[in-house]
Nanobody
Framework: QVQLVESGGGLAQPGGSLRLSCVASGFIFSNFTMSWLRRTPGNGLEWVAGIWNDGSDTHYIDSLKARFTIARDNANNTVYLQMNSLKPEDTAMYYC?????????????WGQGTRVTVSS
């Protein structure tokens, strides 16, 4: 069955960085666009970024594209989210997700999430 396991969350100071990882199994990883979403206390579930199956293209929510970078390693079935210049409003549960189509925000499976807290 499809499994997505996130890691790398934790406590970061404002201005700091974190890199989230997600290991996928149960499907042919290199065939699917992958995404990151987050659930914040105030805004609910929000799509953050997506990357094409071969890594040739990436897409971001406009408000985050200057600070976040999505990447993938198809040899190791892993997708990453590099988060820089973190702000308290980035505090959220972050989820790795498999896209069901070429629209990276249309996801059909997601993991349990990894919590990110940005605070001094």
């Amino acid at each position: 069955q499809v499994q997505l396991v996130e890691s790398g969350g934790g406590l970061a100071q404002p201005g700091g960085s974190l890199r989230l990882s997600c290991v996928a199994s149960g499907f042919i990883f290199s065939n699917f666009t992958m995404s990151w979403l987050r659930r914040t206390p105030g805004n609910g579930l929000e799509w953050v970024a997506g990357i094409w199956n071969d890594g040739s293209d990436t897409h971001y929510i406009d408000s985050l594209k200057a600070r976040f970078t999505i990447a993938r390693d198809n040899a190791n079935n892993t997708v990453y989210l590099q988060m820089n210049s973190l702000k308290p409003e980035d505090t959220a549960m972050y989820y790795c997700a498999r896209a069901a189509s070429n629209r990276p925000w249309e996801v059909d499976y997601w993991g349990q999430g990894t919590r990110v807290t940005v605070s001094s």
